[in-house]
């Protein structure tokens, strides 16, 4: 079973900034959480990952709480193109690829 | 430029007949993984591979087998494919472990 509890949808106005949340309340010290994201059955597109520290890069930020349980994906300024579904994944640093993907957040960008 | 590629993109066969999709990275990664996503259950594993001559089982191994004798391929193989197994295919690579994987654009399978 999935780790982490995404909502099912969500929409987002073009220009404004998409705030995706994730909790993942039973992860572990060395967990880190992965976002990805697949735009309509193309390969999934790694994001941004993180431990415990905020982290952005050209993409996006990854807001991670004090306590680790969940977490809040940022793109700053959504395009039409950021339409997909984004997925929260948890991991330990030194598994083998076993990413375990739950159902993700269908992001919807409306003009 | 830097990419994962698959080939077939698409293909329809038979009960039976065996066939081969094959997955190329140009970014001399280690780390190479088969998933198949379909509806309702998401992305599972299939076989993971951390180096050349090193393969493992994910969570779905049955009916497929893979090979990593170079470390840019590693192509999937289904001896007797069956109808369970129409599926979308996705191969994925990454440098190291605890990096993000980069994923091919997939193989659409369906088994008749």
């Known amino acids: 079973d999935a780790k982490t509890t995404q909502p099912p949808s969500m929409d987002c106005a073009e220009g404004r900034a998409a705030n995706l949340p994730c909790n993942h309340s039973?992860?572990?010290?060395?967990?880190?959480v992965y976002w990805y994201r697949q735009i309509h059955s193309q390969g999934p597109q790694y994001i941004i990952h993180g431990l415990k520290n905020n982290e952005t890069n050209e993409m996006a930020s990854l807001i991670i709480t004090e306590d680790r349980k969940s977490s809040t994906l940022i793109l700053p300024h959504a395009t039409l193109r950021d339409t997909a579904v984004y997925y929260c994944?948890?991991?330990?640093?030194?598994?083998?690829?076993?990413?375990?993907w739950g159902a993700g957040t269908k992001l919807i960008i409306k003009p | 430029e830097a990419q994962v590629t698959q080939n077939p993109r698409y293909l329809i066969t038979v009960t039976g007949k065996k066939l081969t999709v094959t997955c190329s990275q140009n970014m001399n990664h280690e780390y190479m993984s088969w998933y198949r996503q379909d509806p309702g259950l998401g992305l599972r594993q299939i076989y993971y591979?951390?180096?050349?001559?090193?393969?493992d089982k994910g969570d779905v191994p049955e009916g497929y087998k893979v090979s990593r004798k170079e470390k840019r391929n590693f192509p999937l193989i289904l001896e007797s494919p069956s109808p369970n197994q129409t599926s979308l295919y996705f191969c994925?690579?990454?440098?190291?472990?605890?990096?993000?994987?980069?994923f091919g654009p997939g193989t659409r399978l369906t088994v008749l």
């Open positions: 591979s951390m180096n050349v001559e090193v393969t």
């Open positions: 994944i948890v991991r330990p640093p030194d598994s083998n690829y076993q990413l375990i």
């Open positions: 039973t992860i572990s010290g060395n967990e880190y």
């Open positions: 994925a690579s990454s440098p190291r472990l605890g990096i993000g994987q980069f």
